[in-house]
């Protein structure tokens, strides 16, 4: 597990020719991903960019939502209880490929197809430009 200086989840780089990450997640996420784990198992992200609930982060438990050549693993987040896939769409890659992507938790009702929806939080993308090398 790789922390950063505010104590956030860091992905590993998935991203073929990168060398820095692309995703993270707050300690407010790694609590909710922890106690989702231990109720539905393995859990994934998705973010497919379409409108409505397509452009927050979805989560489902490993395996629920098909991946394809039409994604990209941004990165695999590590928690204690096991690793957490981030995919995107390709096509929203495409338009936030200079994006860094921080996991966070609000309240509030999100998708009901994520596995957060019954806790009254829902997670969201909090975004800055990718660092330059």
Do not use: N
């Amino acid at each position: 597990m790789s922390l950063d200086e505010l104590g956030r989840i860091v992905g590993r780089i998935t991203v073929a020719g990168e060398s820095s990450p692309r995703v993270e997640l707050t300690p407010a996420a790694t609590a909710l991903l922890e106690r989702l784990w231990a109720v539905h198992g393995p859990l994934m992200f998705h973010q497919s960019g379409g409108c409505c609930d397509g452009s927050s982060p979805m989560c489902y438990p490993l395996g629920d939502f098909i991946t394809s050549d039409a994604d990209v693993l941004l990165g695999e987040l590590d928690l204690p209880s096991g690793t957490v896939p981030f995919w995107m769409s390709a096509e929203q890659f495409a338009y936030w490929r200079h994006t860094y992507l921080i996991v966070d938790v609000v309240a509030g009702r999100g998708s009901g197809f994520s596995v957060e929806a019954p806790e009254g939080v829902r997670f969201l993308i909090r975004s800055r430009l990718m660092d330059s090398e």
